[in-house]
């Protein structure tokens, strides 16, 4: 209903600051009144504008920050560590999604990758933050918005997703034989 009633506002799509500022303020305002609950979970949101691809997150207090790569959940700081070393702004899209996918082993630079090699690069870092002993099995689903994906919001095709879970696997083979 908001998406709705600011297309109209603005006869286009709504720029993804914006989104992500009135999410973020919606999300501030259950944190203020008593009668109203607060949200117990923190927003991962992306989209592609005018401004090229950006990404939000929204923290459950309502405060909200762009990135260019964000983790939520259990093991978010580990998977923030790994994440902060690549230099996601030099990458494309799907280089950062196979090299995130399997965890930085070298320094890369995620901002000059394509959307296909950003895809192996967070299939990287998932793997490399799982802890089998600990952490229950996970499924690896990623989605993406990108020039590839005509810039809408799709699920990152099956083979390259196969692809950046190989090389994630790989690398960690290739960690545990050192």
Same mark, same amino acid.
């Given at each position: 209903?908001?998406?709705?009633?600011?297309?109209?506002?603005?006869? +286009?799509?709504?720029?993804?600051?914006?989104?992500?500022?009135?999410?973020?303020?919606?999300?501030?305002? =259950?944190?203020?009144?008593?009668?109203?609950?607060? *949200?117990? =979970?923190?927003?991962?949101?992306?989209?592609?504008?005018?401004?090229?691809?950006?990404?939000?997150?929204?923290?459950?207090?309502?405060?909200?920050?762009?990135?260019?790569?964000?983790?939520?959940?259990?093991?978010?700081?580990?998977?923030?560590?790994?994440?902060?070393?690549?230099?996601?702004?030099?990458?494309?899209?799907?280089?950062?999604?196979?090299?995130?996918?399997?965890?930085?082993? &070298?320094?890369?630079?995620?901002?000059?990758?394509?959307?296909?090699?950003?895809?192996?690069?967070?299939?990287?870092?998932? *793997?490399?933050?799982?802890? &089998?002993?600990? +952490?229950?099995? *996970?499924?690896?689903?990623?989605?993406?918005?990108?020039? &590839?994906?005509?810039?809408?919001?799709?699920?990152?095709? +099956?083979?390259?997703? &196969?692809?950046?879970?190989?090389?994630?696997?790989?690398?960690?083979?290739?960690?545990?034989? +050192?």
């Amino acid at each position: 209903m908001l998406i709705n009633w600011l297309c109209s506002l603005y006869g +286009d799509q709504i720029p993804v600051k914006e989104l992500a500022e009135r999410v973020a303020s919606y999300v501030h305002l =259950c944190t203020l009144y008593w009668w109203l609950r607060p *949200f117990g =979970c923190g927003v991962i949101l992306g989209g592609y504008d005018r401004d090229g691809p950006q990404l939000y997150m929204i923290e459950p207090s309502g405060v909200s920050y762009r990135y260019y790569g964000a983790a939520i959940g259990k093991g978010r700081q580990a998977a923030k560590t790994e994440i902060e070393k690549l230099k996601l702004s030099e990458m494309t899209c799907r280089q950062g999604v196979i090299e995130v996918a399997k965890i930085e082993i &070298e320094k890369l630079k995620l901002s000059e990758m394509t959307c296909r090699q950003g895809v192996i690069e967070v299939a990287k870092i998932i *793997f490399g933050v799982h802890d &089998e002993a600990k +952490d229950k099995a *996970f499924e690896l689903e990623m989605s993406w918005v990108c020039d &590839e994906s005509k810039r809408q919001h799709q699920k990152v095709p +099956d083979e390259l997703l &196969e692809e950046a879970k190989s090389a994630a696997k790989a690398a960690l083979e290739e960690m545990d034989a +050192d």
